[in-house]
């Protein structure tokens, strides 16, 4: 499997804040199947001042570690970047991360706040899409907006942004409402790739596999395959 959101890299954003954590985390996703890792740290002007630059850094230094450890996967570095006007700034300077190229398109994994979907986000999409960078949604179905209304997301998913639901919102860790949207978003086939996005092993671990038995039991083996190998592999090939 190709796990394309996680916070395991140490010391950077609200995921592991050591190494010794990080390298449980990545043992642990090696041992659920995991054969590529995509390391997505945060970028939020304000809250975690990261940038491409410095995240090269310390993936390097993690890729160093996780080598001497003797922890057979694949590395890959993007970020989970916040919606907001400071992304024109950070595309403009090429500051902006990318889990690959999808039909000639930059993939961006892109989050919206926890509760809402900001004013102007439709605007900024198009921005975006107008540069030729798609953005692919992290975790909508976490959104308490659009938990409240799922129609918030039809412009989005019209606009052609991809969307990415979180392997324990299906299997209930994220409560019902999450659950229940996660689902309906399978069921319609909406959903372009399910990922861990881990925090942590006491209660954001690294569960893909069992997040890929849920989506099975609702849309098939086949289909739930593509979401951690086949889409994914498609963006990493063309990276």
Excluded at 43 to 69: C, D, K, M, W
Excluded at 170 to 179: D, M, W
Aim: overall charge negative; hydrophobic content about 45%.
């Amino acid at each position: 499997m190709i796990d394309l959101h996680s916070h395991i890299l140490p010391g950077v954003d609200d995921g592991a804040h050591q190494l010794e954590d990080a390298l449980r985390m990545l043992r642990v996703a090696v041992d659920d199947g995991v054969r590529v890792q995509m390391l997505t740290p945060h970028i939020h002007i304000g809250r975690y001042p990261n940038t491409a630059e410095s995240l090269r850094v310390a993936f390097e230094e993690f890729q160093r570690e996780v080598t001497a450890a003797g922890i057979e996967v694949e590395l890959r570095l993007a970020a989970e970047l916040r919606i907001g006007p400071e992304l024109v700034g950070l595309a403009k300077q090429d500051g902006l991360p990318f889990l690959g190229v999808l039909d000639g398109r930059r993939v961006m994994l892109m989050e919206f706040p926890h509760s809402s979907i900001p004013a102007g986000s439709e605007n900024m999409v198009e921005w975006l899409l107008q540069r030729d960078i798609l953005p692919m949604i992290a975790h909508p179905e976490r959104n308490q907006a659009l938990q409240r209304r799922p129609a918030k997301l039809e412009p989005f998913v019209r606009a052609g942004c991809l969307l990415q639901v979180t392997a324990g919102s299906l299997t209930g860790h994220f409560g019902p409402r999450a659950r229940q949207l996660a689902e309906r978003l399978l069921a319609a086939g909406r959903v372009a790739v399910l990922a861990t996005d881990a925090h942590n092993l006491a209660y954001r671990p690294p569960d893909l596999s069992a997040g890929v038995a849920a989506a099975a039991r609702l849309i098939g083996d086949e289909a739930a395959r593509r979401m951690v190998w086949d889409t994914p592999r498609a963006l990493l090939e063309t990276a």
